[in-house]
C-alpha cells in the first residue's frame, strides 16, 4: 500500500517540478519573435487611441443606479457588484486601537486568469490591454480573463468577457496554478479573488487587443511606471521555480549559461527562490510565529452607516476625511469603447498621495532574506497578513513625527542608488481605484544592517515567502506586487 501511494504521488510531484522549470525558462526569455518587445510601445498606444476613455467627476447622488441605503451604505440598486460601507474598527494592535472609515465591500470571487501556451519550447501568457476607467495612461496589460461575479454572470447586461468559457470549463491537467488570494485589507473588506494560469488543450488564437508575451517580457515591463497593472501582479506573483534537491545540477547550468558574475544579485535571487535550507528561521518557526499573533491581538470590524463615521463627512462630491488625509470616495461618468458596456457610472477610490513599498533585503547564510512585516489590516480575513518592511499608502507619512513614523521609512528613503535593485512607480487596480499609484522598492541592506527584529517582523528567504503564497491569507496584495517584480536577468 505505501508503494501504492508513493507511485500515486510521484507523477503530481514530477509535473510541478516540470510546470516550474518551464515557468524558470519562460521567466529567462526577455524578447520573443511571437510579441517583439519592439511591437509592444505600438500596440498599448493603438489600444489606447481605439479605446477611446473618457472620465467625468460627478456628485455622487448623479450616479445612474447607485444610492444611499436604508442602512446607511452606498451600493448599486440591483445589489450586484460592490458598495461603499462604513465601519468601526477596534484591536488592541498597534498604537491606533480605534477608528472609523470606508470600506469597499464586494462579497465576490472574481477571476484572474491567464492562458499559457508554448511558442518555441518557451511559455508565452496571453495578456489583454485593458482600459479601467482609473488607470494611469488609461491602458495596462492585465490578465486574459479579469472578471467579478458581477462581471461575468452578466449582471451589467453586457456581453460575456472574453476567454471565460475556457477558465470555466478547464480540466485539471490543464491547470498550471490555481490560489485564492486577498486583497487589499485596509481597502476591501475580506475580499479574495481566484488568481489561476491555465493551458488549454483546445487551440485558441489572440484576440484584436491580446498578446502573447515570455514570462520575461512581463517582468521586464515591470521595471516601467504603470505598465503591468495589479492583476496581472497577483497573479504572477504564485509562480514557482521549484527548489534545491538532487537535480540542483540543472540549477547551475542555469546560472552558467544565462548570468555572469557582473549580475550577482540577480543570481542570489533566485537562489533565494529555489534554495529550501540555509533559512534563519524553519517555516515551523514562521508559522508558530504568525499562528501565535493571529491569536494574541483582536480584530473586531463592524458596520457602521457612512454618515455616523467619526472624521469623515458626505459631501455632494465625494465622501471624504475631514482632514484630507487616506482617502475619497468620488463619483466618475465612464465611457470607454470595446468594453462589454460601453458607458456606465461608478464610485472609485481617489487617495490623497502616493505611497510607498518596499522590502529590505539581507544575505543570511549566504541567501538573500527578506524582511517581511506583520500587518494587522481592518479587511484582513485572518487578523494578521505578512507585508512588506514598509506599506505607506497614501503617502501620510510625510508629515509624521520622526518617532511615529513607520520603522525603516528612513532607512529606505535614504537608501543609496546602488542599493537599489528594483524602484518604479506601480498603479493599483484601476477598476476601483482612481489613478493611484506607489513608489514599489527593494533595496538592499548595507553590512550594518542588524539582524535582530522587533516582534511584528521576520527574515523570510523567497523560498520560504513562495510556500506561504501558496496558501489562503497569508501574503498580502503589496507583498505580492514587490514580489511579482522580481527577475532574474
Same mark, same amino acid.
Given at each position: ?13 514530477? *509535473? ?47 450616479? =445612474? ?16 457588484? %460592490? ?23 464586494? #462579497? ?10 508554448? %511558442? ?15 488607470? /494611469?495612461?488609461?491602458?495596462? /496589460? ?6 467579478? *461575479? ?14 471565460? =468559457?475556457?477558465?470555466?470549463?478547464? *480540466? ?18 475580506? *475580499? ?48 514557482? $521555480? ?7 545540477? $540543472? ?13 550577482? #544579485? ?19 518557526? /514562521? ?27 458626505? =459631501? ?7 482632514? @484630507? ?44 532574506? %527578506? ?84 516582534? @511584528? ?33
Amino acid at each position: 500500500m505505501a508503494g501504492a501511494a508513493q507511485s500515486k504521488a510521484r507523477p503530481s510531484a514530477s *509535473k510541478r517540478l516540470h510546470t516550474s522549470l518551464r515557468f524558470l525558462k519562460s521567466s529567462l526569455v526577455v524578447d520573443s519573435a511571437t510579441t517583439p518587445n519592439a511591437t509592444i510601445a505600438n500596440w498599448l498606444d493603438e489600444e489606447r487611441q481605439s479605446a477611446s476613455l473618457s472620465i467625468e467627476r460627478i456628485p455622487l447622488t448623479d450616479l =445612474e443606479s447607485w444610492e444611499f441605503t436604508e442602512n446607511g451604505c452606498f451600493a448599486h440598486r440591483s445589489k450586484r457588484f %460592490f458598495s461603499i460601507q462604513g465601519i468601526e474598527v477596534a484591536t488592541d494592535w498597534g498604537p491606533i486601537t480605534n477608528w472609523d472609515q470606508p470600506i469597499i465591500d464586494q #462579497p465576490e470571487v472574481g477571476f484572474l486568469g491567464i492562458i499559457a501556451r508554448e %511558442f518555441d519550447g518557451i511559455l508565452h501568457f496571453l495578456m489583454q490591454a485593458k482600459v479601467e476607467p482609473g488607470n /494611469i495612461n488609461a491602458v495596462q /496589460i492585465s490578465p486574459t480573463l479579469q472578471a467579478t *461575479k458581477s462581471n461575468y454572470t452578466r449582471a451589467h447586461g453586457g456581453a460575456t468577457p472574453q476567454y471565460l =468559457e475556457h477558465f470555466m470549463d478547464a *480540466k485539471p491537467e490543464e491547470v498550471l496554478l490555481d490560489q485564492l488570494q486577498s486583497e487589499q485589507g485596509a481597502r476591501f473588506l475580506a *475580499k479574495r479573488n481566484r488568481n489561476i494560469i491555465i493551458e488549454p488543450q483546445r487551440p485558441l488564437s489572440a484576440m484584436r487587443n491580446f498578446r502573447w508575451l515570455t514570462l520575461g517580457q512581463i517582468k521586464r515591463l515591470l521595471r516601467q511606471p504603470n505598465v503591468i497593472n495589479m492583476d496581472t501582479r497577483t497573479v504572477i506573483s504564485g509562480i514557482s $521555480y521549484g527548489e534545491f534537491d538532487d537535480r540542483a545540477e $540543472y540549477y547551475f547550468d542555469l546560472f552558467a549559461t544565462h548570468f555572469s558574475t557582473s549580475n550577482l #544579485p540577480a543570481i542570489s535571487l533566485l537562489r533565494s527562490f529555489l534554495h529550501a535550507g540555509e533559512s534563519l528561521h524553519s517555516l515551523e518557526e /514562521i508559522l508558530s510565529w504568525v499562528t501565535h499573533l493571529r491569536s494574541r491581538y483582536e480584530l473586531r470590524v463592524s458596520r457602521k452607516p457612512l454618515a455616523e463615521l467619526r472624521q469623515w463627512q458626505i =459631501e455632494n462630491d465625494c465622501i471624504r476625511h475631514q482632514a @484630507n488625509r487616506f482617502f475619497k470616495v468620488i463619483g466618475t461618468r465612464v465611457d470607454i469603447r470595446g468594453r462589454e458596456v460601453r458607458a456606465w457610472s461608478q464610485p472609485l477610490i481617489e487617495s490623497a498621495q502616493e505611497g510607498l513599498l518596499a522590502f529590505i533585503i539581507k544575505p543570511i547564510n549566504g541567501i538573500y532574506h %527578506f524582511l517581511v512585516q506583520a500587518k494587522l489590516e481592518p479587511g484582513n480575513f485572518d487578523i494578521i497578513e505578512f507585508a512588506p518592511t514598509v506599506q505607506c499608502l497614501t503617502g501620510n507619512f510625510r508629515d509624521t513625527a520622526p518617532e511615529k513614523r513607520p520603522p525603516y521609512l528612513d532607512y529606505i528613503l535614504t537608501a543609496q542608488p546602488q542599493q537599489l535593485l528594483f524602484d518604479t512607480m506601480q498603479s493599483e487596480e484601476g477598476g476601483r481605484f482612481f489613478q493611484e499609484q506607489n513608489r514599489n522598492l527593494l533595496v538592499l541592506a548595507d553590512e550594518d544592517f542588524p539582524l535582530e527584529t522587533s516582534e @511584528n517582523y521576520r527574515w523570510m528567504t523567497l523560498n520560504q515567502i513562495k510556500q506561504f503564497i501558496r496558501f489562503n491569507n497569508y501574503l498580502n496584495m503589496q507583498a505580492r506586487s514587490l514580489i511579482s517584480a522580481i527577475s532574474f536577468t
